[in-house]
T-cell receptor, first 120, second 109 residues
Framework: GAVVSQHPSWVICKSGTSVKIECRSL??????MFWYRQFPKQSLMLMAT?????????EQGVEKDKFLINHASLTLSTLTVTSAHPEDSSFYIC????????????????FGSGTRLTVV | GQSLEQPSEVTAVEGAIVQINCTYQ??????LSWYQQHDGGAPTFLSY????GLEETGRFSSFLSRSDSYGYLLLQELQMKDSASYFC??????????FGQGTTLQVKP
């Protein structure tokens, strides 16, 4: 099945530094990648949509200068948290949309394994 | 905007049946998906309803009523490993997947 590989799985960084998170689609081409953030005991909140070869689309309230997204190829999308602060500590997860093989042609989304970011 | 409402918590015993409801208000609705997420893990796809009616996948079934903007996930023969968070999600024509607030299911022995 379609697999998205996300790295790193966890990272601890100092306040003020930047952290890059990578998501690679291993056996399919992901023209679109979705980036989510999840705080403890809360839902996944969509941050932005990255499209290969074009600028990312950010959801309302998400600072595009703080969360830099690059989707330079059909298999790689990156999220960089710039000048990270403790309030950015969260679980970040990427997702790509794939076509399943179910008889009704339903669509599913495959997720990376997530990155636990802790800013100290 | 889009919103999906679910109960925050549900508790049931092993072997029982539990139903997790989801009501939604969205534009450009295509279908309702259900995902399971264990603590610290990624969401895993459970089921998808594009049409009204019941979809059955093993112990899990999902139902959709477009006229009522309502769906549910039915879990049968509950096992301890089913303790997790369950999210309904709206797959809309924008291509985005928007999640409900999630329901934490606790299965007790």
């Amino acid at each position: 099945g379609a697999v998205v590989s996300q790295h790193p799985s966890w990272v601890i960084c100092k306040s003020g530094t930047s952290v890059k998170i990578e998501c690679r689609s291993l056996d399919f081409q992901a023209t679109t990648m979705f980036w989510y953030r999840q705080f403890p005991k809360q839902s996944l909140m969509l941050m932005a949509t990255s499209n290969e070869g074009s600028k990312a689309t950010y959801e309302q309230g998400v600072e595009k200068d703080k969360f830099l997204i690059n989707h330079a190829s059909l298999t790689l999308s990156t999220l960089t948290v710039t000048s990270a602060h403790p309030e950015d500590s969260s679980f970040y997860i990427c997702s790509a949309r794939v076509t399943s093989y179910r008889d009704r042609g339903s669509y599913g989304y495959t997720f990376g394994s997530g990155t636990r970011l802790t800013v100290v | 905007g889009q919103s999906l409402e679910q109960p925050s918590e549900v508790t049931a015993v092993e072997g029982a049946i539990v139903q997790i409801n989801c009501t939604y208000q969205t534009s450009g609705f295509y279908g309702l998906s259900w995902y399971q997420q264990h603590d610290g893990g990624a969401p895993t796809f459970l089921s998808y309803n594009a049409l009204d009616g019941l979809e059955e996948t093993g112990r899990f079934s999902s139902f959709l009523s477009r006229s009522d903007s309502y769906g549910y996930l039915l879990l049968q023969e509950l096992q301890m490993k089913d303790s997790a968070s369950y999210f309904c999600a709206d797959f809309s024509n924008t291509g985005k997947l928007i999640f409900g607030q999630g329901t934490t299911l606790q299965v007790k022995p």
